[in-house]
C-alpha cells in the first residue's frame, strides 16, 4: 500500500521538474506568436485562416482538458507525463516530414491535446509539492519560467529562419536541410522534437514520491465534475482562465501582423523581437510580482495589474511606432502576474476535487483559440486595430475578480505571517 507524504514537506526536486514542463510548454505554445507572420506569407492566408491555426491549438484544450482530469485519477503521472512528451515527439516530425497547412493544424491540435494533460498534471503537482499555502507564489515562480521560455523561442526562431541563409553556423544549417528551403521555419518543430524526446526520458528517470491523493486533490468522477459546474465560483473562474489566455495570445499572436501593418516593421526582425520584449517583460513583471505577492493581497494586485494593462494595450494600439514599440512589452509585464492569481484564487476558493477543478480550469485555455481568432475575424471586417481593440473587454472582466473573489485561503503575504506569531 501507497505511503501518503507529508503534507508539510516540500518536494524540490518535483517542484523542478513541473518548473521544467512549465518552460518547455511555453518555449513550444508561444513560438507561434513569432512565426505567425511567415506561416500566414508561405501558405497565403487570410487573417481568418491565419486565427485558426491558434485556435486549432488552444480548441485542444477546451477537448482534452476535462478528459485529461479522469486520465490522471486512472494512470499515474509519470506515465502521463511521458505518453504526453511521446506523442508531442511524433506530432513535431509529422509536420516536418509533411509541411502544409492542413497537418501544421492536425500538428497544432495534437500538441494542445498534450499540453492539455501536462497542464492538468502539472498544476496540483505543484500544489502539493510546494505546499498549498504557498501555491500563488509557486505558480506566480512557473510564470516566469513560463515568460523566460517565451522570451527565448523568438531567438532560436531568429537563428533559424533570420540567419539560415548565411550557413554560418553547422547546427543551423544542418537543422534547415531537413525541411523544404523556402520553409525554413519549420524546423523549429524539428527542435521541438528533439526537446521532447529528451523530457520523455527526463520525466523517466524522476523518482516521484509515493502518495494517496486525499478527496481535494481528487479528479474524481462525472458526479464531481457536475457538482462542480453548480458551484458558481467554478463557473467565473473558467470565464477567467478563458479570458486571460485569450487576451495573452491575441496580443501575442498579432503583435507581429500589428507592427508590420500599421508601422511597416519587419516580421523577422523587428516583430520577433517585439514579441520577444513582451515575453521578456512579463517574465520580469513575474520577479516583481513574487515579491508583491508576500506583502499585499493578491486580489489588489490583481486590479492594479489589469488596470495597468488596459491602459498600456490604448497606448499601444494608438500611438505612434515608438510608442507601440514600447508599449506592447508593457502589456506582457503586467499581464504577468494574472495567470497564477486567478489559478491559486480558484483553487483556493473550492474545498474538494481540486483535480476536478484544474481540469475545468484548463479548459478555458480554450480561450486562446477564441479570441485570436475573433481578433483576426473583425480584422478581415473592419481593421486588426479594431479587433485588438476587442481585448479590453475580457481585461475588465479580469478587472472585475479583484472585487468578486472570496478564496478560503488567502495567500500567504510577510504581514499575515507577523500577525500570526502575535496570536
Known sequence: MKKAITKNKIYYHIIALVMLIFFVISFITNILNSIIVDVRTSFDLSLTLTGLLPFSFFIAYGIMSIPAGFLSEKYSDKKLLSISFSVMVLASILFVMFPGYAVFSLTLFSLGCCMAVLQVVINPMLRIAGGEEHFAFNSVLAQLVFGLA??????LYQSL??????DKNQIVSFLTSMVPENLPWV???VVFSLICLVLVFIVLATKYPNFEKNEEERAGDSG??????????????????FCYVGIEQGIGNWISQFLLQYHGFDSQTTGANTVAYFWAMLTVGCLLGLLLLKVMDSRKLLILASLATITCLIFALTGSSKVSLISFPLVGFFISVMWSII????????????????????????????????VGWLGELTSLKTGMFFLILPLIFILSIGFWASPLINNKTINLKKSQQLL
Open 187 to 189: 524546423s523549429l518543430y
Open 343 to 374: 489559478f491559486s484564487l480558484a483553487l483556493n476558493s473550492v474545498k474538494t476535487h481540486h483535480g476536478s477543478l484544474s481540469g475545468i480550469l484548463c479548459t478555458g485555455i480554450a480561450g486562446g483559440a477564441i479570441v485570436p481568432f475573433i
Open 150 to 155: 517565451s522570451f527565448a523561442s523568438p531567438f
Open 224 to 241: 464531481s465534475y457536475l457538482s462542480l459546474l453548480k458551484n458558481k465560483w467554478t463557473l467565473l473562474y473558467f470565464a477567467s482562465i
Open 161 to 166: 529562419v533570420v540567419n539560415s541563409a548565411e
